[in-house]
């Protein structure tokens, strides 16, 4: 089934659940009214569904190739990026002092949801350049800007991201890559990075990269590292590529899923690079790219979880088995109870993805202190729910196809094989929950509760016309809100055994919100119903998973490894 981007879905969230609309009204985004946003997401929609959407499955059949010392991408996929790029989608809330289109991070975030569920693989690329362009405008020195932004943001050249080496994953402080002063301003870049998404490919003409490394004498740990812009090709006195630098593609890992995007194992042999920033200010450069792309990832998890849904119920319309009400198998109770939840997940985590991005924009936009908070709280929510969110509704896709949905001619599969690795991605999603559980609630719980007491005031004024759909939700956050009280008494190190748990309980709820609210907009409409399946069936998950996240660590820790390997 061709994909079809889920615009209705965006217009409804973004007027009636997120309040996207207190964006609008900030002075930083007020060109980016609804005229703005139904013109860009229809152009992008569009894109995604007639230029990358066909790409997709003939990037799984056809992996990018190395060779002699240069990758090649898919049939298809340089025309695809080309579109991309000449369309300003590469990445269009870049500032328009270098090219971009300063547009919200919000609508950017719908877009690379439609680009996700059209091709993850390909998008994946354009996700790695729109975080090396965040990391430059926020920390580069102005020469380096003029140079490389408007390249970056115009697609002619790419970005990637080098942290990972093979004994230094997420433990990043363990790097051995070492940066030699060459004292005329540039340094010698030497070392091993590993898993380096399109490291290397022949959609641009140059391909640029932030690569963490230690300058000698440098403290160990984290607090010693240093970031580098690396290109491929030496710009010469014009900007152009130039000189080959020294760094070269060992090889391309051969993975579980997205074929169509070259991994790449990268070694720089004394390659020339520049300082962003300064030294020792690696990480906190890096992490200002980390934290969007980590918001980035999760909206792949929803697109992928979109375009299997969609799969999944174009096929169960057409599939006869058995006798059902409809002729077809989503007639059958079970069938449609998978469907509902692949629909209903696939909302919650679009939801909490945009509310995430409207945070951001409102911090942007405006400073303050409470929007930055709740940016800050709901990014390893939105990147751990959407990816999990992913995963699971792929894995129900496969389900509803049956015996089918194994074969890989029907496509189901490449859903999950590609989805699958987004958890991993930008910090595990075990990583995101200890991240919530730690410094998101270092301040006392304040911006969870902040969050929790907006829910209760929506439940609480809707109470009296819909009891059924808004109590259980009222319900639900004041548990959620008794389990973060308990939490933030405890010391930190003892909140992370249920940290997963409280992650989930969180979304959950969230969820249980967001679909209220759909609710309230449309009472007559199909998303009435949805939510009333959610706030059923769904929503009481979180009472589990709250006396999971409470439960004692020692009942974890109490077992050893030995215990373990028994």
């Known amino acids: 089934m061709p994909y079809r981007a889920p615009l209705e879905s965006f217009q409804l969230i973004l007027d009636h659940v997120v309040g996207y609309d207190d964006v609008a009204r900030t002075g930083r985004f007020a060109e980016a009214g609804s005229e703005t946003v139904q013109a860009v997401m229809a152009e992008a929609g569009r894109l995604c569904e007639d230029v990358i959407a066909p790409t997709n499955r003939v990037g799984d059949q056809n992996p990018a190739v190395l060779e002699n010392g240069v990758v090649r991408t898919a049939p298809g996929f340089k025309d695809a990026y080309r579109a991309i790029a000449e369309g300003g989608w590469v990445s269009s809330s870049a500032d328009p002092a270098h090219g971009g289109m300063g547009l919200p991070i919000t609508l950017t975030t719908a877009v690379n949801e439609m680009m996700s569920a059209a091709n993850m693989s390909l998008q994946t690329g354009t996700l790695m350049t729109q975080g ?10 102005d020469a380096i800007k003029d140079l490389y932004l408007p390249r970056l943001i115009s697609g002619e050249w790419a970005g990637t991201m080098n942290l990972t080496e093979p004994q230094a994953g997420s433990d990043v402080g363990a790097l051995s890559t070492r940066a030699e002063d060459n004292g005329d301003g540039t340094y010698a870049i030497t070392g091993q990075k590993i898993y380096i998404t399109w490291g290397d490919h022949d959609m641009a003409d140059n391909v640029c990269h932030l690569v963490l490394a230690r300058i000698p004498g440098a403290p160990a740990g984290t607090k010693g590292i240093s970031l580098f812009l ?10 152009n590529p130039g000189t080959r630098n020294d760094l070269r593609v060992v090889s391309l890992e051969k993975k579980m899923g997205t074929h169509g995007c070259p991994t790449c194992v990268m070694s720089y042999e004394g390659a020339t690079g520049w300082l962003v920033g300064p030294e020792q200010g690696g990480m906190r450069a890096m992490f200002t790219m980390m934290n969007n792309a980590r918001l980035g990832v999760g909206a792949q998890g929803v697109g992928v979880a979109e375009a299997a849904a969609q799969a999944a119920i174009a096929w169960a319309a057409e599939r006869k088995q058995g006798k059902s009400p409809t002729g077809t198998i ?24 945009l509310a995430c991005a409207v945070a951001i924009d409102m911090q942007t936009a405006t400073g303050d202190a409470e929007w930055a908070a709740r940016a800050a709280l709901l990014t390893p929510i939105a990147k751990a729910f959407g990816t999990d969110t992913g995963i699971a509704v792929s894995q129900l896709g496969i389900q509803v196809h049956g015996g089918m949905g194994y074969i890989e001619e029907t496509g189901a599969a490449q859903f ?20 919530l559980v730690g410094r998101k609630l270092a301040d006392g719980g ?15 004024s809707v109470r009296h016309d819909h009891p059924t759909l808004a109590e259980p939700v009222w319900q639900a956050a004041e548990t959620l809100r008794e389990t973060t009280e308990a939490l933030v008494a405890r010391d930190a190190a003892d909140r992370q055994a249920g940290a997963v748990a409280y992650l989930r309980a969180f979304a959950r709820v969230l969820g249980g919100y967001f679909h209220l609210k759909a609710a309230m907009a449309r009472p007559d409409g199909p998303e009435a119903r949805l939510a009333a399946f959610y706030i059923t069936r769904m929503l009481p998950e979180h009472t589990g998973l709250c006396a999971q996240a409470r439960a004692a660590s020692d009942t974890v820790m109490a077992l050893s490894p030995d215990d373990l390997a028994a």
């Open 132 to 141: 090396q362009i965040e990391a430059l405008e926020h920390h580069a020195s």
């Open 230 to 239: 690396v290109p491929k090709f030496i710009p010469d006195a014009d900007g």
């Open 330 to 353: 989503d007639g059958h109770a079970d069938v449609r109870r998978m469907l509902a939840e692949m629909r209903a997940e696939t909302f919650t985590a679009r939801s909490i993805a």
């Open 416 to 435: 999950l094989r590609d989805v699958r690795v987004t958890a991993i991605y930008e910090g595990t999603n075990g990583i995101q929950a200890m991240d």
């Open 446 to 460: 304040e911006a969870a509760f902040a969050l929790l007491d907006e829910i209760e005031a929506c439940a609480e």
